[in-house]
């Protein structure tokens, strides 16, 4: 494997190690597909839930979202109450990837939006955290990704040259932003296809026989 000229690898939190999705909780609260669609398209959307990364109380954004829905207060308020719920567990498949990295001696960081009290939450639930070397969370900052704002805060509070930086996300908004900043951005689908992208940047990884599980 030729040697690498990337320096550390950034991985987004939930969709990339950590399977994160409202309708984890809310298909155990809503048995009907389409009124499940219509709640987390127009009652609990990931626009409003935008705010939460930023750093809002989760609890009193629902109580003053189920003040304008009131036939809807259970359920609004089981988002701030089952938050964890929400939360299937990790992608082990994408959690090796990052232990054969640290393994190899790469520094690993983490570039989340989240809220913070539900970080302190998930820094304690899950062992992945200790293998990185730092993280910045979107609450904590008062900005959240796609804002370029925060890649600014992770390159300079960590030292990181853009060019030799590999940034992991699975949105493409997220991605393009850390691009346009020099970073060498990947939109991660799978833990086969990140593993092989981040071989083919000559980083110390390896890509099994078989293929790896898709990230769902």
């Given at each position: 494997?030729?040697?690498?000229?990337?320096?550390?690898?950034?991985?987004?939190?939930?969709?990339?190690?950590?399977?994160?999705?409202?309708?984890?909780?809310?298909?155990?609260?809503?048995?009907?597909?389409?009124?499940?669609?219509?709640?987390?398209?127009?009652?609990?959307?990931?626009?409003?839930?935008?705010?939460?990364?930023?750093?809002?109380?989760?609890?009193?954004?629902?109580?003053?979202?189920?003040?304008?829905?009131?036939?809807?207060?259970?359920?609004?308020?089981?988002?701030?109450?089952?938050?964890?719920?929400?939360?299937?567990?990790?992608?082990?498949?994408?959690?090796?990837?990052?232990?054969?990295?640290?393994?190899g001696s790469v520094r690993c960081l983490a570039l989340s939006n989240m809220e913070p009290d539900t970080f302190i939450k998930r820094r304690?639930?899950?062992?992945?955290?200790?293998?990185?070397?730092?993280?910045?969370?979107?609450?904590?900052?008062?900005?959240?990704?796609p804002d370029q704002a925060i890649f600014e805060i992770l390159l300079c509070r960590y030292g990181l040259e853009p060019a030799a930086t590999?940034?992991?996300?699975?949105?493409?908004?997220?991605?393009?932003?850390?691009?346009?900043?020099g970073v060498v951005a990947i939109e991660f689908t799978t833990a086969a296809q990140l593993r092989k992208e981040l071989k083919d940047l000559?980083?110390?990884?390896?890509?099994?026989?078989?293929?790896?599980?898709?990230?769902?």
């Amino acid at each position: 494997m030729a040697d690498s000229q990337i320096t550390a690898v950034v991985f987004d939190l939930g969709g990339v190690l950590i399977d994160w999705n409202p309708r984890h909780l809310y298909r155990q609260l809503i048995s009907d597909q389409d009124e499940l669609d219509d709640f987390l398209s127009r009652i609990c959307t990931q626009e409003w839930h935008l705010a939460h990364d930023l750093g809002v109380d989760t609890e009193q954004s629902c109580r003053e979202l189920a003040q304008v829905h009131p036939e809807y207060t259970d359920l609004i308020m089981a988002w701030a109450h089952r938050g964890e719920d929400m939360v299937a567990g990790v992608f082990d498949d994408t959690v090796a990837v990052l232990s054969e990295l640290r393994t190899g001696s790469v520094r690993c960081l983490a570039l989340s939006n989240m809220e913070p009290d539900t970080f302190i939450k998930r820094r304690r639930r899950f062992a992945f955290f200790d293998l990185l070397d730092g993280w910045v969370i979107s609450g904590h900052e008062g900005v959240a990704k796609p804002d370029q704002a925060i890649f600014e805060i992770l390159l300079c509070r960590y030292g990181l040259e853009p060019a030799a930086t590999v940034f992991i996300d699975d949105s493409q908004a997220n991605v393009a932003a850390a691009a346009k900043l020099g970073v060498v951005a990947i939109e991660f689908t799978t833990a086969a296809q990140l593993r092989k992208e981040l071989k083919d940047l000559g980083l110390p990884v390896g890509l099994p026989e078989s293929s790896v599980g898709q990230a769902t």
